[in-house]
Every structure is written in structure tokens, then in C-alpha cells.
């Protein structure tokens, strides 16, 4: 008996986990932002920093770009070496990634099988849940308090139910909001010895001036049990556009999955040089970071006296409740030349996440938020 297959269209095709995923949310073009304000741009949507990247990274690339026509060295081994001796760790328990965020998913293809569970916080960063479910994976998410703090009481309910995968990040992304060393080290104890714990640091820099931010490396150095720390030189050493995170693992097998699933050339040359020159470069590290920490307090001080309610932040962002839709604020700001991360995770309609820019970028920021809410309330 013959079978007669119907034709096929592109979206008969899909993977129904794949149909129905979210899209990630990059936030506002910022030529179209441009075109519809007129004004310079102020972008406070990605996390960046306004503060550039040290003299020796545009050195190393500089002296680099006369080889592009050669394939990167796919393991990344210098780089892979200069993190270790960096971290006190062997080589071979390092994996690079095109953005820590590609290491994400690496850990959720080499580790996910359908209906498996993921528990991770909320609200969160998106692709926690994403990358996940693009697996058929299912997604609890834990609530913060109201005060945006650790509810260790959901956390332990939450771990009791068995995931495979523990995804959580510290300090937080969007509220910034840091775990103690004893916060931290609960989640630990609690996550089932038959689950990978994915700690994701990618804020870690900026949060480590203060005494009770713990190494979170430090705290699961001496566990046996399956774990992943993700770092990245996107945020606090200020390589967004070259795209290069890291993972260090409790062991050199869990390294080995993520590179069977890992594409061979997937952190190139450029942005392997130019992050052994930024690891190299502590003094222009220290200077972003300490920047970066009196604009926070700043900021947040100046939305406060405004009437704002602000998440405490141990990052380089505020998470902020307009008291309206973030939606309209966020388009009402784009007719200043000013971007913002709109929030939609149900519950937190209302947020905005502000990403901290120099001192006269956030002032302008500042001035135009509180002149918007005045407007919504006459």
C-alpha cells in the first residue's frame, strides 16, 4: 500500500518545541530609534559598557587582523590556559563560548532530554527558559521575594520536585539582586546530586567589591557532584561586539559533552586574543568596575528621590517600576533617543531594566523617566 505524503511547507517542518519558543528580545534598533527622536541615541538596553575596552585589546586585534584568512584555533587553547592560570584551574576544564550565552546552550543540548525539568529563577534572564524548552524541556521558575531577594522556602520546594538542570544566576539578570555565600550555598545543598548545577556569573565583576558577594567557583570547588560556573567579557571587560564567554566545569567529561556538541570554530581569533589581552589588563578592569559601582548608587539614589521603586542591584543595570505599562514607557522614551529593556515576564508588566552609561548619559535618562511618569499622572 502506497503512502501518499503531503507536500511540505517550511512551517510543517518545524519542531512543534520550536514553534512555539518565545523570541528573544535584543531590544530597539537603534537606527530606528535614531529616526523617529532625532536625537543621539542613549542606549541602556543591553548591559553594555560605556567605558570601552583596555588599550591592549585594540592592540591584540589590531595586530591579529592580517591573519582573519586563517581559521581560529578551534579549541581556544591560549585563551583556555590564560582563564586557568587566572582561575587555578586546569585547561581542560574550561569550554568557550560565542558569549557565555552560547554556552547555555551547549549545556542544554548535550544534557536535555524531552520532558526533562529545569528550575531556574523569575523573573529572569530569557533564555534560561529558551534554550530549554527548545528541547522539550519543561521550565519551573522560582519567584523572588517581594523585596526582589532569595525565598529559600520556593527554592527548596522547587528543588525537592527533582530537576535534571539548575539554572541560577548571580548576581541576577534583570533585577541584579545578589545571593549570600550562605543563600548561595543552600541552592547548593539542595540541588539533587542528580542534577547539573549551572551557576551563571556573567555580572560577577561588578558585584565583587562588596564583602558578601560569595566566588561562587570557590563554593562549588570542593563538591562531588556534576557543575558549571559561566563567565563572560561581555559586560564588565566590555567585548559585546566580539562575542567570547567561558564555563568552568566540575570535571574535563562534562567538557568533553559540550564540545561533541559545540561547532568546531565557534569563538574566533579575534575575540580569543582580545580576551587574553582584557584578562591581562586588571588596572582598566578595576576603573570599570569602580566607575561603573558609584554611577549605580548614583542613579538609583537620584530614581528613588524621584518616587521610582528600585530593585538593589549588585550589577550593572537597575531594574525599575514605572508604575505604568514598560511597554509605553519604553516608546515614549525612544521619542527622546533613549533605549530601554521593556519587561514582559507576567508579574513585572510595569519594569524597566536600565542598563548604567556615563554620568551625563544617565542624567538625561534620569530627567526623562521622571518626566514621563509626571506626564501619566496630571
Known amino acids: 500500500m502506497n503512502h501518499v505524503l503531503e507536500p511540505a511547507t517550511s512551517a510543517s517542518l518545524v519542531r512543534r518545541e520550536v514553534a512555539g519558543l518565545p523570541a528573544y528580545d535584543p531590544g530597539a534598533d537603534p537606527d530606528e530609534v535614531a529616526a523617529l527622536s532625532g536625537a543621539r541615541v542613549i542606549k541602556l538596553s543591553n548591559n553594555e559598557s560605556p567605558f570601552g575596552v583596555s588599550p591592549a585589546v585594540a592592540e591584540a586585534v589590531r595586530l591579529r587582523l592580517a591573519g582573519v584568512s586563517r581559521y581560529p584555533d578551534p579549541t581556544g587553547k591560549r585563551l583556555a590556559e590564560a582563564i586557568g592560570r587566572s582561575l587555578a584551574v586546569p585547561a581542560g576544564r574550561v569550554v568557550l563560548g560565542n558569549g557565555s550565552e552560547n554556552i547555555l546552550e551547549l549545556v542544554c543540548q548535550a544534557v536535555l532530554d524531552p520532558g526533562d525539568l529545569v528550575t531556574t ?142 561547532t568546531p570554530y565557534n569563538v574566533n581569533q579575534l575575540a580569543q586574543d582580545a580576551a587574553i589581552a582584557a584578562l591581562g589588563d586588571r588596572a582598566h ?68 531594566r536600565a542598563s548604567l552609561s556615563t554620568p551625563e548619559d544617565n542624567d538625561v535618562f534620569v530627567q526623562c523617566l521622571a518626566e514621563i511618569r509626571a506626564k501619566g499622572t496630571r
Open 121 to 262: 529563577q523569575a523573573p529572569g534572564f530569557s533564555l534560561h527558559e529558551i534554550f530549554p524548552r527548545m528541547m522539550g524541556a519543561r521550565v519551573e521558575k522560582v519567584p523572588v521575594t517581594a523585596g526582589f531577594g532569595f525565598d529559600a522556602a520556593a527554592w527548596g520546594d522547587a528543588l525537592a520536585a527533582g530537576p535534571k538542570l539548575v539554572f541560577l544566576a548571580n548576581p541576577c539578570n534583570p533585577t541584579g539582586a545578589m545571593l549570600s555565600a550562605g543563600e548561595l550555598e543552600r541552592v547548593v545543598a539542595g540541588t539533587p546530586e542528580s542534577a547539573l548545577l549551572v551557576l551563571d556569573e556573567a555580572y560577577c565583576e561588578f558585584a565583587r567589591p562588596n564583602p558578601e558577594y560569595p566566588d561562587g567557583l570557590a563554593v562549588l570547588r570542593g563538591q562531588d557532584r556534576p557543575w558549571i560556573v559561566l563567565r563572560t567579557f561581555s559586560k564588565a571587560y566590555g567585548l559585546a561586539g566580539i562575542r567570547v564567554g567561558y564555563g568552568i566545569a566540575s570535571d574535563a567529561a562534562l567538557i568533553q559533552a559540550l564540545d561533541r556538541v559545540r
Open 285 to 352: 578592569l578595576a576603573e570599570t568596575v569602580r566607575r561603573t559601582g558609584l554611577e549605580l548608587t548614583r542613579v538609583a539614589d537620584l530614581l528613588r528621590g524621584k518616587g521610582f521603586r528600585v530593585a538593589p542591584s549588585a550589577a550593572n543595570f537597575l531594574f525599575i517600576d514605572t508604575g505604568r505599562r514598560s511597554d509605553r514607557v519604553a516608546r515614549e522614551l525612544h521619542r527622546a533617543g533613549i533605549i530601554v529593556k521593556a519587561w514582559r515576564e507576567p508579574g513585572y508588566e510595569n519594569f524597566i
